[in-house]
């Protein structure tokens, strides 16, 4: 442990509360934590953990209701302006200017934070080569991709050369390649400029790229140490099953239900299994699980997050069990070849004849803009199917083009027998659709929503009420009736939407980044009750930029610059476009960044 005088950060017995609608909320309590200087520390926690409340803190941005919070040495309620002086902070939702360029952004923010303009050239220039934005200076910030924007967020963060940086959570929402970019910054400023650096981050993998992490749940500290020491702590519980009686997923489900196992996660085309605490895994575990291969897998730092988390949840029964969701209306899933396909995790496309959306050569003009050039797939019943890309890829657009929110500039598209370009209305009616941000209202209660979803959909009556009663008990969602949604926490508003999104028993149901700031605990609760709805014979269509969730796919296409450079398993993609030479397992990352290098090589030499 490093001396007192020689932390960049030091709280003792800091505390944060709130007063919100009447209530009393504590924020953070008795919570202690060190920061070392020139590293990168990770401060990782659940959603509503304290996180951003403590980076506030650190920022002096809060004033504590207790305790002490020292930063570079400073008080931070007595000697605000000094703190603020020698640190630079980028909030989850930075405020660039987006009718500015690129060039003026940094040129307000140099402005506000008083630098020299004799100084602004050099440091300009240097912070364009690190971030690679040289060639977009004029560029207004509203026309950038969301990767772009995020690194144009820390260039201004950096218009003058802090001591201590703070990050909360700053590669939300962006795609692989835009996230490897922004630690290629962050980490330069470490080593070549010795800035010491906090992030908060929703990425378990992104602990792995930390010096040291902070653990913090419900606003105080579980652990603090570098990723190997927690790492070390799962030795022995880890564990990859296969089986050639069950799909994947359905394995999974029956995992979850064993009472040795404390998270089991669809991996390649195993599941890969946490045992609890004390107990060795073997095959007497798991009656009736037949030709059930198991072999044993390194731990992660993950293994420990959602261990140390669930085990706390279980001791303070403060998460609802897993949730078993019956749809109703979902139509029961047929031996289709679709089915055949996804069992066996084919890399062939869907059988014609079952698919239940099918994309051929779409495409979607804005002006003489082309967003999607000639985008071809089809999707079978039950199948879980990722629409992944960088941003500004053009797969938003072409989510927004199947779900009916869009209109097809050229090609054809059915969902659920419809043709969208014909029939938009009589599609969506077959559709269930979850927003990237929470679109409900905020100011209803969730009963409320409930009943204006329902009646929206044209359900009324006795199916009406069987429906909401449904949605109550199936997302656990009946201690929050009459609360107003706008104060549900994040994953309880995920269950909410999720519920109206499936309120009408849709044959279809798209998903637009739906965990996009989600923790993992939440996540991981969202990936279950999905199996159970594509088990049931739900199509589900998702796009997101956690590589691990694209891992939970059946199939998935690849896009960039509006065309779809590669369709097929996650397992495929790996081994086709990961680069490793099989000394290490390639990652879903690594495929994705190395089919998007492929692309950009092969554009270069066109």
């Not at 050369?161 to 795609?175: A, C, I, K, N, Q």
């Not at 296409?557 to 790996?574: C, D, H, S, Y």
Request: aromatic share 6%; with cysteine.
């Amino acid at each position: 442990m490093h001396k007192r005088h020689e932390q960049v950060i030091v709280a003792k017995s800091l505390g944060k509360r709130f007063t919100r609608a009447h209530e009393d909320v504590r924020a953070l309590a008795g919570f202690n934590l060190s920061v070392a200087p020139g590293q990168v520390t990770g401060l990782i926690g659940p959603d509503g953990a304290g996180k951003t409340t403590f980076m506030r803190l650190c920022a002096g941005l809060l004033t504590p209701t207790s305790g002490e919070l020292q930063v570079l040495g400073l008080d931070t309620v007595q000697q605000t302006l000094e703190v603020q002086g020698l640190i630079g902070y980028m909030p989850q939702r930075f405020g660039l200017y987006e009718d500015l360029s690129v060039r003026e952004n940094m040129d307000l923010f140099a402005n506000l934070h008083g630098v020299p303009p004799a100084e602004r050239p050099a440091r300009y220039q240097r912070l364009m080569e690190m971030s690679g934005m040289e060639p977009f200076g004029k560029r207004l910030a509203g026309k950038l991709s969301g990767g772009m924007k995020q690194k144009l967020g820390l260039m201004c963060t950096l218009v003058r050369s802090p001591r201590l940086l703070l990050l909360d959570e700053p590669t939300v929402g962006v795609d692989p390649v835009s996230r490897r970019e922004l630690w290629q910054i962050v980490y330069r400023l470490v080593e070549e400029d010795g800035v010491s650096v906090l992030l908060s981050t929703a990425y378990l993998d992104e602990a792995e790229r930390c010096a040291e992490v902070a653990l913090i749940h419900r606003g105080a500290i579980l652990g603090q140490a570098g990723p190997a020491h927690f790492r070390s702590q799962m030795q022995g519980r880890t564990w990859l099953l296969r089986s050639r009686a069950m799909s994947r997923r359905r394995l999974q489900m029956q995992l979850l239900k064993v009472p040795e196992v404390l998270d089991a996660l669809g991996q390649g085309p195993a599941v890969r299994v946490v045992g609890r605490e004390g107990i060795s895994l073997d095959q007497q575990q798991f009656p009736g699980l037949e030709d059930l291969v198991m072999e044993p897998t390194a731990p992660r730092f993950e293994d420990f997050f959602l261990a140390a988390l669930r085990d706390k949840a279980e001791h303070d029964a403060a998460v609802p069990a897993a949730m078993s969701l019956e749809m109703g209306q979902a139509a029961p899933r047929p031996a289709t070849a679709a089915t055949s396909k996804q069992t066996q995790f084919s890399d062939s496309s869907t059988d014609a004849d079952s698919a239940i959306i099918r994309a051929d050569k779409l495409v979607r003009r804005f002006g003489s803009f082309v967003a999607v050039d000639q985008v071809s797939f089809q999707v079978g019943r039950g199948e879980i199917f990722g629409l992944l890309g960088a941003n500004g890829a053009g797969k938003t657009t072409t989510f927004r083009m199947l779900c009916g929110l869009l209109p097809i500039s050229s090609g054809s598209c059915t969902v659920a027998g419809v043709n969208l370009r014909s029939a938009a209305s009589a599609a969506r009616a077959k559709i269930g659709y979850m927003a990237q941000k929470f679109s409900l209202y905020g100011n209803l209660s969730v009963m409320h929503n409930l009943r204006f979803f329902s009646s929206a959909y044209g359900l009324s009556g006795k199916r009406r009420s069987e429906r909401i009663q449904w949605a109550l008990n199936s997302f656990a969602l009946s201690p929050f009736a009459h609360v107003s949604s706008q104060m549900l926490p994040l994953g309880y508003k995920q269950r909410l939407a999720l519920a109206v999104a499936l309120m009408h028993g849709p044959e279809v149901l798209f998903l637009d980044e739906p965990t996009s700031g989600v923790d993992p605990l939440a996540r991981r609760e969202f990936w279950q009750q999905i199996n159970q709805v594509a088990e049931q014979g739900v199509t589900v269509l998702i796009t997101t930029h956690f590589m691990e969730e694209a891992e939970y796919c059946d199939r998935l296409v690849i896009m960039a610059e509006g065309r779809v450079l590669a369709e097929g398993t996650p397992e495929f993609m790996k081994k086709e476009y990961g680069g490793k030479d099989g000394a290490a397992e390639a990652s879903m990352e690594d495929a994705f960044i190395g089919l998007i290098k492929m692309h950009q090589e092969t554009e270069a030499q066109a």
